[in-house]
Structures are given as structure tokens and as C-alpha cells.
């Protein structure tokens, strides 16, 4: 044991136990001996290594050397094999594209032969079906030049006894237009004529009777018909408002709108209601300005800028003038409080507009049931 202590820590004893210090010291000294070893191997380790990387080092220069010096031979000797190899390629596919090519050639070859064939059948079908269709055309000429000759001497028959059938239904509805004249007449002097001369119990003059007659008068006639279902049935079970009856209510109308000139639809107090009524006694109504009428129709030009005193002037202008269609057409242009004061007279104007035109309509056909009647 005292062979192993370093020298100066030895222990002057001669018995056979350690202390603890001796122990103690023993192994400090033997574990810096194992880390002096261990640095050694390291250093060791590390000297290696260089001279491993720097004979490696050495032997990749003298590869990359001798990559330099063969390169290009290494490089022609591919290419070859390359050539080589591209030329056996290029002739397999080429006796490949010959032999499919050889295929080809007989499969279509067949194909025509096939196809010849299958045309020289349709032609043969077609050239059939030609001569059949030519015979039936001949049969079918023949048969139709001898319908025709029947067929024109049937028609003949026939025109000749439309034409006397016609004739006799002319005569029939010239008698029976004469007396659809004379109620069409009746009622358009009906509604122009007022309700007190007709002694009318109320303000209406009745037209029903007018319309029976009208009927009877054509009484199969669709047209006709038709004309006389576009008047309201209200008007036929009420009667209507005669034309001068209903212009002079319009002035009553027409006063009653000036009062209320200023109210509009959203209403107004008791002194707007005021103001309005004075208004109407300062404002001055002037001639109706004639330059906003249309030259050829003489029609007003609508527009948001007549005023209600403005429409009322013309659309007695045009109540005037006998006509009520535009007359009806300007108050309708009415806003507010008038609106609602004409709304009436609107619905009776209507109701004798539609009489009118229905008369007119009448009137038209007459005329050309006459002028038909004598061009025949």
C-alpha cells in the first residue's frame, strides 16, 4: 500500500490498517491519475484524427486528379454506348412500325373491299326505290288530274252556291242594319238630350230599353255582341248621365274644385281650407292659351305643370268642344282634395264615354255592312 501512495504522503506506520485520511488520500490520487490518462487518450485521440483527415484529404485530391485526367475519355466511351444503344433502338421500332404499318394496310384494304361492297348493295336499294317512287308519282299524277277535274267542278258548284248564300245574307244584314241604324241613332239622341225633356224621374236617363233593341236588331251577330258587353252593367240597370246634364254639373264641379285648389291629398286645417276659398275669388281664369295644343289633333300636351285651375279650365274647354274622352283624360290629372270632389264625375263621365264609343263602334259597322252591300 505504501508503494501505491505518492511520495511525501506516505505513511510512516507499519500496521496493516488505513487510517481514513490514508484512504482518503488514496483515492484523490488515484483519481487524478485516471483524469491525467484520460487527457493523454484524448490528445492521443485528437493527433489521430488530424493525421486521418489529412491523408484523406490527400487521397480525394489525387481522385479528383485522376477524375480530371480520364474524364474525357470516360466521357466519349458513354456517348458510344449511347449511339449504339439508340440506333438498335431506333431500328426495333422500325421494323415494329413496318410490321403494324403491313397490318394496317391489309386491315383496310379489307375495309374497302367491305365497303365497295356495302355501296354497291345501297346503290342497288336506292336505284330500286327510285323506280318505285317514280311509278307511284306517275299513278299518283294520274289520280290527281282526275280529282282535280272533280275537285273544279265541285268548287264551281259550291262558289256559285256560297255567292247566293252570301248575297242572301247581305240583304238579310242590310234589312237588319237599317234598323240597327235607327236604335243607334235613338240612343245616341238618348244620352245627347238632358234627363228633365226625356221625363226622367232623376237625373239618369235610362238606356236599357236601347240596348234590347239593339240586340234584336242583330240578334246572332258576335260582333256586335262583343261591343255591347263592354258597357257596365251598372249603366245598363241604372242608366247613365246624359252629355249635357253632365256639363252642367261640371260647373258646379268645377267651382267646388277652385275652393279647394290648395288642399292636396295629405288634407289641410281650417285655414288653409280658408285661404283656398279666398283664392279662388282673386284668381283670374283667361282664354285657354291655344299654343299648348297640339296643331293636328288639337290635344294638350300633359305635363306635371298644369295647375288645378289650369285643368279645369281645359277640360271645360274640351267639354265644350264635345270632346269628353280628353276632358275625362285632364281630370283625371287632378290631385287632393279635387280628385276626390270629381271622383264622381269621373266614374259617370266613364260610364258615358264607354256609350259613346260603343255608338261610334255601331256606326262604323253600319257603314261598312252598307258599303259592302253595294260594292257587291
Known amino acids: 500500500m505504501q508503494s501505491l501512495q505518492p511520495e511525501g504522503i506516505r505513511t510512516q506506520t507499519s500496521s496493516d490498517q488505513l487510517s481514513n485520511e490514508e484512504i482518503n488520500s488514496l483515492l484523490l490520487h488515484a483519481h487524478k491519475r485516471v483524469v491525467q490518462l484520460q487527457n493523454q487518450l484524448e490528445k492521443l485521440q485528437k493527433e489521430q484524427n488530424k493525421q486521418i483527415q489529412a491523408a484523406l484529404e490527400e487521397q480525394r485530391n489525387q481522385n479528383l486528379k485522376f477524375i480530371k485526367e480520364h474524364d474525357s475519355s470516360l466521357h466519349q466511351l458513354h456517348r458510344k454506348e449511347f449511339e449504339l444503344e439508340l440506333e438498335k433502338h431506333l431500328e426495333e421500332q422500325n421494323m415494329k412500325f413496318q410490321e403494324e404499318l403491313k397490318k394496317e394496310l391489309s386491315?383496310?384494304?379489307a375495309a374497302h373491299n367491305n365497303h365497295?361492297?356495302?355501296?354497291?348493295?345501297?346503290?342497288q336499294d336506292e336505284l330500286n326505290s327510285l323506280y318505285e317512287k317514280r311509278l307511284l308519282i306517275e299513278n299518283e299524277k294520274t289520280r290527281s288530274s282526275f280529282f282535280s277535274m272533280v275537285s273544279d267542278s265541285l268548287g264551281r258548284l259550291m262558289g256559285i252556291e256560297k255567292s247566293l248564300n252570301s248575297r242572301a245574307n247581305l240583304e238579310l244584314q242590310a234589312s237588319n242594319a237599317k234598323q240597327l241604324w235607327l236604335a243607334v241613332q235613338n240612343l245616341s239622341q238618348i244620352i245627347q238630350t238632358k234627363a228633365e225633356e226625356l221625363d226622367e224621374p232623376g237625373n239618369l236617363v235610362s238606356i236599357k230599353s236601347n240596348f234590347d233593341?239593339?240586340?234584336?236588331?242583330a240578334p246572332n251577330n258576335e260582333f256586335i255582341k262583343t261591343i255591347l258587353a263592354t258597357v257596365s252593367a251598372h249603366a245598363l240597370s241604372n242608366g247613365v248621365w246624359s252629355e249635357p246634364d253632365l256639363k252642367n254639373r261640371f260647373q258646379r264641379l268645377r267651382d267646388v274644385c277652385n275652393k279647394v285648389a290648395l288642399i292636396d291629398d295629405r288634407g289641410g286645417s281650417l285655414f288653409k281650407y280658408f285661404i283656398s276659398y279666398l283664392q279662388s275669388f282673386v284668381i283670374i281664369h283667361p282664354k285657354v292659351d291655344k299654343s299648348k295644343l297640339d296643331e293636328r289633333s288639337g290635344d294638350l300636351k300633359l305635363d306635371e305643370s298644369l295647375s288645378t285651375f289650369s285643368i279645369?279650365?281645359?277640360a271645360e274647354y274640351y267639354l265644350e268642344s264635345g270632346n269628353l274622352e280628353y276632358a275625362l283624360r285632364l281630370m283625371q290629372q287632378l290631385k287632393g282634395e279635387p280628385k276626390r270632389l270629381a271622383r264622381d264625375w269621373i266614374k259617370d263621365a266613364c260610364l258615358l264615354l264607354e256609350i259613346k264609343q260603343?255608338?261610334?263602334l255601331l256606326n262604323a259597322y253600319i257603314s261598312s255592312v252598307y258599303i259592302g252591300t253595294n260594292l257587291k
Open 107 to 109: 386491315r383496310q384494304a
Open 358 to 360: 260603343a255608338c261610334n
Open 312 to 314: 279645369l279650365d281645359y
Open 213 to 217: 233593341k239593339i240586340q234584336q236588331s
Open 116 to 123: 365497295l361492297a356495302q355501296m354497291l348493295r345501297i346503290q
